[in-house]
């Protein structure tokens, strides 16, 4: 099966920088995905690593180690609009060929 | 707007009841994928279809059913519904039945049972 851990609840400051860690076990990995959620709303997709290393995408930016079963996203400049759940998925190719969400985590941004 | 159209936006329905919901997945997309989400709880995939065909399922109840049509909307038919299935429901449409292309969310429906 899968695993996936994220931190349940995060907070930083406006302006700041603040990295959501994943961490995971899985069979048949075959890449993870981060999703930003706004509360009652839907997923809207932000990331994919699929080897290792860094992928930099404007304020974001994710990091893959598969040796460590590791993720991490990195957010830079918050802004107050950045104030959502980050959701870890991965992507096994064992059994049900889809994403395996973790429960998010919740980060709150502060003046 | 994603381009996965979900309806409808929320449900309120009695213990007991049937209800389906709908998803039109983006244009181009042959797969569609359900998900639960209960409160404070992770997505939870149930059942995934692929240009027609069950592709995969997940933890989906037997009282849940689902279809893909020839025009590629899905429904998704919760049953005999319990207070627990109060949730939101997810869409996700994808090109392909791999996830490594992406998927794309619908909107979801909030399903209240009282």
């Known amino acids: 099966g899968q695993n996936i851990d994220q931190p349940t609840e995060m907070t930083a400051t406006e302006g700041a920088i603040v990295q959501i860690n994943c961490t995971y076990q899985?069979?048949?990995?075959?890449?993870l995905f981060w999703y930003q959620q706004h509360a009652g709303e839907a997923p809207t997709f932000l990331s994919y690593?699929?080897?290792?290393g860094l992928e930099e995408k404007g304020r974001f930016s994710s990091f893959l180690s598969r040796s460590k079963g590791y993720s991490y996203l990195l957010l830079k400049e918050l802004q107050m609009k950045d104030s959502a759940s980050y959701l870890c998925?991965?992507?096994?190719?064992?059994?049900?060929?889809?994403?395996?969400f973790g429960t998010g985590t919740r980060l709150t941004v502060i003046p | 707007d994603s381009g996965v159209t979900q309806t409808p936006k929320h449900l309120i329905t009695a213990t007991g009841q049937r209800v389906t919901l709908r998803c039109s997945p983006r244009?181009?997309?042959?797969?569609v994928y359900w998900y639960q989400q209960s409160l404070d709880q992770g997505l939870q995939f149930l059942i995934q279809?692929?240009?027609?065909?069950?592709?995969a399922k997940g933890n989906i109840l037997e009282r849940f059913s689902a279809q893909q049509f020839p025009d590629l909307h899905s429904e998704l038919n919760l049953s005999s519904l319990e207070l627990g299935d109060s949730a939101l429901y997810f869409c996700?449409?994808?090109?392909?039945?791999?996830?490594?292309?992406?998927?794309?969310f619908g909107s979801g429906t909030r399903l209240t049972v009282v």
């Open positions: 996700a449409s994808s090109l392909k039945d791999r996830a490594s292309y992406g998927y794309t």
């Open positions: 998925a991965v992507h096994s190719q064992t059994g049900a060929n889809n994403l395996f």
């Open positions: 279809y692929y240009n027609g065909e069950e592709r």
């Open positions: 690593n699929v080897l290792d």
């Open positions: 899985t069979s048949g990995f075959n890449g």
């Open positions: 244009s181009g997309d042959l797969s």
